[in-house]
């Protein structure tokens, strides 16, 4: 099945700072990617749709401004956490749409455990 | 709106034995996807098994099945023949059909495999 690479797996940043998050597709180009977040012991919860050449779409409740996507290339998607917070303390995994293709298997990244000290 | 339900926090089971992990959905779309990832604890999420909505059969996977009843909106997923390896939390989520665009999640399901 297609691979998407998701890095890095691990992070650990200082209150204040700026993290970037990258998302590859790579085998396959992936016009759509999908960025989600998981809290500790919770369910993932779509952020936004990332789509390539054009503005993402966050979910009701995300704010734009403080994690910005940026979808460049076909095979590249980018989620940067933006003054992070403690509380932006997570696990954030991305996923490549399949793009109407007749798929089922998941295009998930590894995640990315991002802990703000 | 979607809604996916996972009632069963944890469940435990016994090396060998079968086990069931409930899911149930709601929707007012005809066409959509059931999907069953594992999620170890490392993180990853893991493909298990996909059952249409237009799916006549109940889908199958190895030691996955999955057992659907669309009057019942019910997506249940049956392991058999535990292992020690299938320890990790399980995620019923739906979404479109036949592709993985933008899935919903239900809460989780950790199962605990013992020797």
């Known amino acids: 099945g297609a691979v998407v690479s998701q890095h890095p797996s691990r992070v650990i940043c200082k209150s204040g700072t700026s993290v970037k998050i990258e998302c590859r597709s790579l085998d396959f180009q992936a016009t759509t990617m999908f960025w989600y977040r998981q809290f500790p012991k919770q369910s993932l919860m779509l952020m936004a749709t990332?789509?390539?050449?054009?503005?993402?779409?966050?979910e009701q409740g995300v704010e734009k401004d403080k994690f910005l996507i940026n979808h460049a290339s076909l095979t590249l998607s980018t989620l940067t956490v933006t003054s992070a917070h403690p509380e932006d303390s997570s696990f954030y995994i991305c996923?490549?749409?399949?793009?109407?293709?007749?798929?089922?298997?998941?295009?998930f990244g590894q995640g990315t455990r991002l802990t703000v000290v | 709106a979607q809604k996916i339900t996972q009632t069963q926090p944890g469940m435990f089971v016994q090396e060998k034995e079968a086990v069931t992990l409930d899911c149930t959905y709601d929707?007012?779309?005809?066409?959509?996807?059931l999907f069953w990832y594992k999620q170890p604890s490392s993180g990853e999420m893991i493909f298990l098994i996909y059952q249409g909505s237009y799916d006549e059969q109940n889908a199958t996977e190895g030691r996955y099945s999955l057992n659907f009843q669309k009057a019942r909106k019910s997506a249940n997923l049956v392991i058999s023949a535990s292992q020690l390896g299938d320890s990790a939390m399980y995620f019923c989520a739906m979404g479109p059909s036949y592709n993985t665009d933008k899935l919903i999640f239900g809460t989780g399901t950790r199962l605990q495999v013992f020797p």
């Open positions: 990332s789509n390539e050449g054009s503005k993402a779409t966050y």
């Open positions: 929707t007012s779309d005809q066409s959509y996807g």
């Open positions: 996923s490549a749409g399949s793009g109407g293709r007749r798929d089922t298997e998941a295009f």
